[in-house]
């Protein structure tokens, strides 16, 4: 046995750590978002003019545990592929980034009571999501594929976040 084999976790206990990591990375921005929402639900959010497509404020959390949930899972397909495998790093960078947009959009719109710095941290989640998506499918399609629900839904929150700032200028 060499001595670099020595020093490997096994499998299954790479496997558990990758989840871990997986669910604090995601979490984290659960967290920091539920927070700033929270913060700005009542009496900001709900004074505000909003679009007729709006969904019911109930509607928000089930979409969103789910959604993380999906996201747990695909970044854990990817933290548990070889570490040779090609296109993972970027695959790992550009899900970081998106994670961080995804917390900090709530900090805008939610937090600071932006629509309009909501509406641009928004866009750039869009742009970070799909690179996320693109790398992800390149190393591991499962894990792509379940990201799109979630740039839908993303897609849908960047319409209704526009809709908001436009009809509250």
Do not use: C, H
């Not at 979490?27 to 978002?33: D, N, P, R």
């Not at 993380?68 to 695909?74: D, K, S, V």
Request: glycine share 6%; proline share 5%; no cysteine.
């Amino acid at each position: 046995m060499t001595a670099t084999a020595t020093r490997k976790a096994p499998a299954g206990l790479n496997s558990i750590l990758a989840l871990i990591v997986a669910a604090v990375v995601v979490l984290s921005a659960a967290v920091i978002g539920n927070l700033a929402t929270f913060s700005g639900l009542v009496p900001w959010y709900a004074s505000l003019n909003k679009p007729a497509f709006t969904p019911p404020n109930w509607l928000f959390g089930p979409v969103w545990s789910l959604l993380y949930l999906t996201m747990i899972f695909a970044f854990w397909r990817i933290l548990t592929r070889p570490r040779a495998t090609e296109g993972r790093g970027a695959a790992i960078a550009w899900f970081v980034v998106q994670m961080v947009l995804n917390g900090a959009w709530s900090v805008a719109f939610f937090g600071l009571q932006s629509p309009l710095l909501g509406l641009i941290t928004i866009a750039a989640l869009v742009v970070a999501l799909v690179a996320t998506i693109l790398t992800s499918l390149k190393v591991d399609r499962i894990a792509g594929l379940m990201l799109l629900p979630y740039l839908a839904w993303v897609s849908f929150a960047s319409l209704l976040n526009g809709a908001v700032w436009w009809l509250n200028r």
